[in-house]
């Protein structure tokens, strides 16, 4: 079973050479300290900034230098700062090549609930709706179940949605799930230790898994 800094070293590996990259709050931004360094990868955040570092070492953090989830980063060498409409224009202009969100709820069919439990006091939707609409590729950081033991992984979801069929691969503390086009979660890779049984049972949407099923290979 992968912790947060698994799945969020599995997610680098979906990341190619060349993109541009926005990272949502929570898990997601741990993926910027497992870039391979030789590796030209863009991090953008939605707060207004382009080249986005890891986190800083203890006793270097920078204040003014924050990502959307208020938490304070590093700046690479060529990085650019600008207002938050410049940096919406350039999601809803689908300049961003993939883009790593958390969830608490995913549907079969790619859609994603993010960011609101009924009773609960929250600011908004903030920038997710614009990301889930204009990105070319939408890859879910989150936990398979939830605090009750509950899937997370449904046939629908039954909190407020995001987006709709947007999400196209899922990584968990369990495995990595593709979506089909047709709908369903595709079981691509187990988490070391974790069986094809054991998916099933966390899964409440439709799983599709052919043949074997290898295991993750983290580091």
């Known amino acids: 079973m992968l912790d947060k800094i698994?799945?969020?070293?599995?997610?680098?590996?979906?990341?190619?050479?060349?993109?541009?990259?926005?990272?949502?709050?929570?898990?997601?931004?741990?993926?910027?300290?497992?870039?391979p360094k030789n590796m030209d990868v863009v991090l953008q955040s939605e707060n207004g900034l382009l080249g986005m570092?890891?986190?800083?070492?203890?006793?270097?953090e920078d204040p003014d230098l924050i990502n959307a989830g208020k938490q304070t980063i590093t700046m690479l060498p060529g990085s650019a700062v600008f207002d938050s409409a410049m940096s919406f224009g350039m999601i809803r202009a689908r300049k961003v090549n993939l883009?790593?969100?958390?969830?608490?709820?995913?549907?079969?069919?790619?859609?994603i609930a993010n960011w609101k439990i009924p009773g609960k006091m929250v600011?908004?939707?903030?920038?997710?709706?614009?990301?889930?609409?204009?990105?070319?590729?939408?890859?879910?950081?989150?936990?398979?179940i939830n605090k009750a033991g509950e899937s997370k992984l449904l046939p629908q979801c039954t909190l407020p949605l995001t987006g709709i069929n947007c999400v196209k691969k899922i990584v968990t503390e369990l495995a990595v799930l593709d979506i089909?086009?047709?709908?369903?979660?595709k079981l691509i890779e187990r988490a070391p230790g974790i069986s094809v049984e054991e998916i099933k049972q966390a899964t409440a949407g439709k799983l599709i898994i052919e043949g074997?099923?290898?295991?993750?290979?983290?580091?």
């Open 6 to 35: 698994g799945i969020a070293k599995r997610i680098a590996k979906e990341i190619k050479d060349g993109y541009y990259v926005n990272l949502g709050i929570g898990i997601p931004t741990l993926v910027a300290n497992y870039i």
């Open 212 to 219: 074997d099923i290898p295991e993750m290979v983290i580091d």
């Open 99 to 111: 883009t790593i969100l958390g969830a608490m709820e995913v549907s079969e069919n790619g859609d």
């Open 53 to 60: 570092g890891p986190f800083p070492f203890e006793g270097e």
């Open 123 to 144: 600011k908004g939707m903030g920038g997710a709706m614009d990301l889930v609409a204009s990105a070319e590729n939408i890859i879910v950081a989150m936990q398979h």
């Open 180 to 185: 089909l086009p047709s709908g369903g979660f």
